[in-house]
């Protein structure tokens, strides 16, 4: 199962103390210690792995490389390599020392999370002409050290949600490449599934029970990963005996999590619509309109209804265009 959430302690490296040293020439005389080397830096990188947090499972410890003691005859100990360590896009960065809270929402985006120390100064630096043979030396200064919580919050364009088993991981794999596991059961997602639809990113979230806001079923870890998702697809089952409840049922969820849930843009879809009689499935979408509820029936079996979807989503991917995506992305963006 992916690790969304974990706590870790980071340090930069130490840097190091300078040297006391004397120049070894003939005829030369006078200080020749070279300062201690500067400790590395921990960066965190974004990266598209959204597993990429699997290795804090066990090592919970992460410091850079640090500096170098500094040496004689004027040779400065070697600098810290910093450490850069990969998370997945849509991680926040809580540290938990300072309260201060960062995130990665690009590809490839670096934070510094802890500078390394800084190497002390040898006795070359502390000459003078009073002073022509000077003993003192810099002493390096320990690389900052902190408590981090490390939070997944995936970043999507849209989001699949729904009670468990009403056909979430069918849909996404069959608009997608995506390979989400799919069987006859409840929980069949145990964790966010993403998928790629020409430039929208699609993501499978775990079916949602009532009372997931309080922990219930796959728990309430699951409903901040909608947090980031700009729009969501309901997915409600035609065959369930009480669609309006499964869909009422989903949204009071949303309510009772917050962060704004409520107010995203939602395109509610009667799933599995080849299960019924086309005399059930009208019954079955009056009775959500009566409700209030304006709902398209699909099945990924039916190419006209796939079609509906994917119009929607043709005209996500416009808007996100309008937005200011490239033109080169533009091109790529064709209708079906």
Do not use: C, W
Request: charged residues 25%; aromatic residues 6%; proline residues 4%.
């Amino acid at each position: 199962m992916i690790l969304d959430e974990v706590k870790i302690h980071i340090s930069g490296g130490d840097g190091k103390d300078g040297a006391v040293a004397f120049n070894k020439n003939l005829m030369e005389l006078g200080p020749a210690g070279g300062a201690g080397g500067n400790g590395g830096s921990v960066y965190f990188e974004g990266t598209a792995n959204l597993a990429a947090l699997d290795q804090f499972r066990h090592k919970k410890d992460a410091k850079a490389q640090s500096g170098g003691i500094g040496r004689g005859q004027f040779r400065d100990g070697e600098t810290g390599g910093d450490l850069v360590l990969k998370i997945p896009v849509g991680t926040v960065i809580h540290n938990l020392d300072t309260g201060e809270t960062s995130e990665i929402t690009k590809i490839g985006e670096q934070v510094l999370a802890a500078k390394g120390g800084r190497g002390g100064k040898g006795n070359f630096h502390f000459r003078s002409p009073t002073n022509t043979t000077p003993k003192e030396f810099g002493l390096g200064t320990p690389g900052e050290s902190f408590n981090i919580r490390l939070e997944l919050k995936l970043i999507a364009d849209v989001g699949l949600m729904g009670l468990p088993n009403v056909g979430k991981s069918n849909l996404l794999n069959e608009l997608t490449n995506a390979k989400s596991k799919v069987a006859n059961y409840p929980f069949t997602t145990l964790e966010p599934n993403l998928g790629v639809y020409y430039d929208l990113i699609l993501a499978d979230i775990p079916g949602l029970i009532e009372g997931a806001s309080t922990g219930k079923g796959l728990g309430i870890k699951f409903l901040r990963h909608i947090e980031r998702t700009k729009t969501l697809f309901h997915l409600v089952a035609a065959d369930s005996p009480s669609p309006v409840k499964d869909y009422k049922t989903v949204r009071q969820e949303l309510k009772a999590h917050g962060g704004g849930l409520l107010d995203k843009k939602e395109f509610v879809f009667l799933s599995r619509s080849d299960n019924l009689s086309p005399a059930d499935l009208k019954k079955k979408v009056a009775l959500m309109n009566k409700a209030g509820i304006k709902v398209l029936p699909i099945s990924i079996l039916e190419e006209k209804s796939m079609e509906k979807v994917k119009k929607i989503l043709n005209k996500i991917t416009e808007e996100k265009i309008s937005d200011g995506v490239s033109p080169l992305v533009k091109k790529t963006a064709k209708k079906q």
